[in-house]
């Protein structure tokens, strides 16, 4: 289901953005690309941030931009987090909250959100009547998250907002983005130049190459698709949805049912019933023709090759559905060749359980 729809054109010396894409009722929409993609110029088109634009912006049935008109950034009901926080420095995390509450718009078939709530959700409350000054970074963008959220918007844009922050930070951030994905009815567009993020987070990606989208579709897709550019990066990875079943305590150990019915073991323990998204990067993933036997590997899926790439550079990346769940694998082309593997063939893929990513 489309909550809008966006068909844009921008042209700058040495640039041009072209990009036509719908924009999902929920859920969160990844923008990923190299750096000058024009990701950024995407969102700041959105948000009407860019006058110069041309084409069709309509979201809830309401047009923003058109032939006739572009409807000026203030008048957008839509909340913004940049990559710095941008919070008023003179203000208490409690008089910037309450700034965006006073500019909200509203959207007359859906309630304000609960304040307390998502002060909870992103674990703020605490922080109150502190200054800019007085937080961390991930504090800061999740002030910053929920200052955009209080205004209640009708879509909420995220311009890389972990890029200003360290890896502890961004570890530290990052549950807190899939609380609010988990929660919000509201749909989200994410730009992001880090596959984890994006991976990670999203429901439906679209790529850009030089103001061109190479690639739009839902995120399990587009990781494993050859269509794909993700399916060819160096950490090229399929993504999983499942649920723990059980855990081993003993060995420290959690099983996993995919949506497919597949069983994964990964480490650490989990809650039973708790619904969990899974990465196996291609490179961690090994074939064999015949069930192995005697070995370290937990971790065993019979499967069929779907297709395969010749990578040109002495490697080969396939993709197999295993019972429904499509994985990739990246080997050798001697060990392709050797093994005589072709599409349709069967094959049981090896994965660590200490590979396998939450």
């Given at each position: 289901?489309?909550a809008?729809?966006?068909?844009?054109?921008?042209?700058?010396?040495?640039?041009?953005?072209?990009?036509?894409?719908?924009?999902?009722?929920?859920g969160?929409?990844?923008?990923?690309?190299?750096?000058?993609s024009?990701?950024?110029t995407?969102?700041?088109?959105?948000?009407?941030?860019?006058?110069?634009v041309?084409?069709?912006?309509?979201?809830?049935?309401?047009?923003?931009?058109?032939?006739?008109q572009?409807?000026?950034?203030?008048?957008?009901?839509?909340?913004?987090v940049?990559q710095d926080?941008r919070l008023?420095?003179?203000?208490?995390?409690?008089?910037?909250?309450?700034?965006?509450?006073?500019?909200?718009?509203?959207?007359a078939?859906?309630?304000?959100l609960?304040?307390?709530?998502?002060?909870?959700?992103?674990?703020?409350g605490?922080?109150?009547?502190?200054?800019?000054?007085?937080?961390s970074?991930?504090?800061?963008?999740?002030?910053?998250?929920?200052?955009?959220?209080?205004?209640?918007?009708?879509i909420?844009?995220?311009?890389?907002?972990?890029?200003?922050?360290?890896?502890?930070?961004?570890?530290?951030?990052?549950?807190?983005?899939?609380?609010?994905?988990?929660?919000?009815?509201?749909?989200?567009?994410?730009?992001?130049?880090?596959?984890?993020?994006?991976?990670?987070?999203?429901?439906?990606?679209?790529?850009?190459?030089?103001?061109?989208?190479?690639?739009?579709?839902?995120?399990?897709?587009?990781?494993?698709?050859?269509?794909?550019?993700?399916?060819?990066?160096?950490?090229?990875?399929?993504?999983l949805?499942?649920?723990?079943?059980k855990?081993?305590?003993?060995?420290?150990?959690?099983?996993?049912?995919?949506?497919?019915?597949?069983?994964?073991l990964?480490?650490?323990?989990?809650?039973?019933?708790?619904?969990?998204?899974?990465?196996?990067?291609?490179?961690?993933?090994?074939?064999?023709?015949?069930r192995?036997?005697?070995?370290?590997i937990?971790?065993?899926?019979?499967?069929?090759i779907?297709?395969?790439?010749?990578e040109?550079?002495?490697?080969?990346?396939?993709?197999?559905?295993?019972?429904?769940?499509?994985i990739?694998?990246?080997?050798?082309?001697?060990?392709?060749v050797?093994?005589?593997?072709?599409?349709?063939?069967?094959?049981?893929?090896?994965?660590?359980?200490?590979?396998?990513?939450?």
């Amino acid at each position: 289901m489309s909550a809008g729809y966006c068909n844009l054109c921008l042209e700058r010396k040495g640039f041009s953005l072209q990009v036509e894409f719908e924009i999902p009722a929920r859920g969160v929409l990844g923008i990923f690309g190299h750096s000058g993609s024009g990701k950024t110029t995407l969102l700041r088109c959105i948000a009407g941030l860019e006058t110069d634009v041309t084409g069709d912006i309509t979201l809830n049935r309401q047009r923003w931009l058109s032939a006739k008109q572009n409807i000026p950034a203030h008048k957008r009901n839509l909340g913004y987090v940049f990559q710095d926080s941008r919070l008023f420095p003179h203000k208490t995390v409690a008089k910037n909250l309450d700034y965006s509450v006073h500019r909200r718009q509203g959207r007359a078939s859906e309630p304000a959100l609960d304040r307390e709530h998502l002060l909870e959700l992103l674990a703020i409350g605490h922080l109150v009547q502190r200054k800019p000054h007085q937080l961390s970074g991930g504090e800061k963008q999740r002030v910053a998250i929920a200052r955009a959220l209080l205004k209640s918007p009708d879509i909420l844009l995220m311009d890389e907002p972990l890029a200003s922050l360290d890896d502890a930070r961004k570890q530290e951030i990052l549950p807190y983005l899939e609380k609010l994905h988990d929660e919000l009815s509201i749909p989200m567009l994410y730009v992001s130049h880090s596959l984890q993020e994006v991976s990670r987070l999203c429901d439906y990606v679209l790529v850009l190459q030089h103001g061109r989208a190479v690639f739009k579709g839902d995120i399990h897709t587009a990781l494993v698709d050859a269509r794909s550019p993700l399916s060819h990066v160096r950490n090229a990875a399929a993504m999983l949805e499942g649920v723990v079943i059980k855990h081993d305590g003993d060995y420290r150990l959690t099983t996993i049912q995919t949506t497919a019915g597949n069983r994964i073991l990964i480490p650490g323990v989990y809650v039973a019933g708790k619904q969990i998204r899974l990465g196996i990067v291609a490179s961690d993933v090994s074939l064999c023709t015949r069930r192995p036997e005697s070995t370290s590997i937990l971790n065993i899926l019979e499967g069929t090759i779907v297709e395969w790439a010749d990578e040109n550079d002495g490697r080969v990346i396939l993709q197999a559905n295993c019972s429904g769940d499509l994985i990739l694998a990246r080997l050798s082309k001697k060990s392709f060749v050797n093994l005589g593997l072709k599409t349709h063939a069967r094959v049981y893929l090896q994965i660590k359980a200490v590979a396998v990513t939450r």
